[in-house]
């Protein structure tokens, strides 16, 4: 298992899934936490990310590198980007130049989220001109 591009709590069920061995029990002790907390990892109701401190000892109790948790590479693109701030403009504008012009925003994506990306595709053109 290389990496994963799943939420954090599918991943969990899976390498759950893989090591039937490994109880929730155990994860608690590894993870040095409740058997509660430990059991709830993978039906959390927060939108917040697990901390990856936490990853990082879940992914040693799986037998997988903390990178394999597309959460924990999510965490360390943001704090990138929070440390450099300049760098989310070349985010943007990578977004907006590798977005195929039969893209598909997500149902998920809010009206004031797709009318800013509207614009911003409209403000890339004129400029592009």
């Given at each position: 298992?290389?990496?994963?591009?799943?939420?954090?709590?599918?991943?969990?069920?899976?390498?759950?899934?893989?090591?039937?061995?490994?109880?929730?029990?155990?994860?608690?002790?590894?993870?040095?936490?409740?058997?509660?907390?430990?059991?709830?990892?993978?039906?959390?109701?927060?939108?917040?990310?697990?901390?990856?401190?936490?990853?990082?000892?879940?992914?040693?109790?799986?037998?997988?590198?903390?990178?394999?948790?597309?959460?924990?590479?999510?965490?360390?693109?943001?704090?990138?980007?929070?440390?450099?701030?300049?760098?989310?403009?070349?985010?943007?504008?990578?977004?907006?130049?590798?977005?195929?012009?039969?893209y598909q925003k997500s149902s998920s994506t809010s009206d004031t989220e797709k009318e800013s990306l509207e614009n911003e595709d409209e403000n890339a053109k004129e400029q592009s001109a």
């Open positions: 298992m290389d990496k994963s591009y799943e939420n954090f709590q599918d991943d969990f069920l899976k390498l759950k899934e893989k090591y039937p061995e490994i109880s929730y029990g155990k994860i608690a002790h590894e993870l040095d936490v409740s058997d509660a907390y430990a059991y709830n990892l993978p039906n959390r109701r927060r939108a917040s990310f697990v901390p990856m401190k936490m990853i990082e000892k879940i992914s040693k109790v799986f037998h997988v590198k903390p990178g394999y948790f597309y959460e924990y590479r999510l965490q360390k693109a943001l704090g990138y980007i929070d440390k450099d701030r300049d760098f989310l403009d070349v985010v943007e504008r990578a977004i907006r130049k590798n977005r195929s012009p039969g």
